[in-house]
Structure formats: structure tokens, C-alpha cells
């Protein structure tokens, strides 16, 4: 009989591979480049149509690259957020830009005067970019 107390405990391993790789982030920036573009496409629609679909560019962008990337990344999840959160202002400065002043630099200056509804969808945009955007 041994004792199953002297033994030691089993290695962890880790869920996902420790080493970094850059075709897999590559492969997530290239889907995220497409997926951000297909959901642009589709808010323009939405937004000519009456409908406010500010998360779909993000959630796209997310989507395209946690596909394309094909593995579990926090730092594409990370990029995807960011990206998702430039393409939300320029999403909304493109079809709803100020009266008072068109151009992008004074959107981006004035961007906290927008409605809270409009920002919290596109913070949400970014949550769902950054979820898909970490891969399988």
C-alpha cells in the first residue's frame, strides 16, 4: 500500500499555450479589419433605414478577428476593444456629426455632449468587441 499523502501534486497545465503568437495576432488585427468593416457597412444601413445599431461595428470587429485569430488571446481582446471604441466615434461622427460644426475634430472634442444612451452602446460595442475578440 502507498501512501498517497507522500506523493507530490500534479503539474498545472495551462489552459492555453504561454507562448506568444504573432500570426495568430496578425490573423485577429486582419479579421477584425473586416469584421469592423462589414459592421460599419451594416450601421450605415441600419442608421439610413431609422435604426441605431451602434454595438454592431464593434461586435462585428470582435467577431472577425476572435475567428480569424483561431486561438485564445487577451491582447487581441485588448486591441479589439480599443479599435472598436475608434471605429464607434467614427461610425457616429460619419452619420451624425454636429450641426454647429461637421468636422471630426471638434466631434472627438466634444464627444462627452452626445447623448448617454449613445455612449453606453458604444462602450458596450467595445465589452462585445473585446469578449469575441479574445478568441476560442
Known sequence: MTNDLAKSPPEATPIYGRHFDPLALLRGVTGGIVGG??????????????????MVPGALLGLGAG????????????????????????????????????????????LHHLPPLKLIMMALGAVFAFWFGQGR
Do not use: Q, T
Open 37 to 54: 468593416s462589414v459592421g460599419f457597412v451594416i450601421f450605415y444601413w441600419l442608421a439610413k433605414n431609422g435604426l441605431y445599431g451602434m
Open 67 to 110: 475567428l480569424a485569430a483561431r486561438r485564445h488571446s487577451m491582447a487581441l481582446g485588448v486591441v479589439c476593444a480599443v479599435a472598436a471604441i475608434g471605429l464607434a466615434i467614427f461610425a457616429e461622427w460619419k452619420m451624425f456629426p454636429f450641426v454647429k460644426d461637421n468636422s471630426f475634430s471638434f466631434f472627438v472634442a466634444h
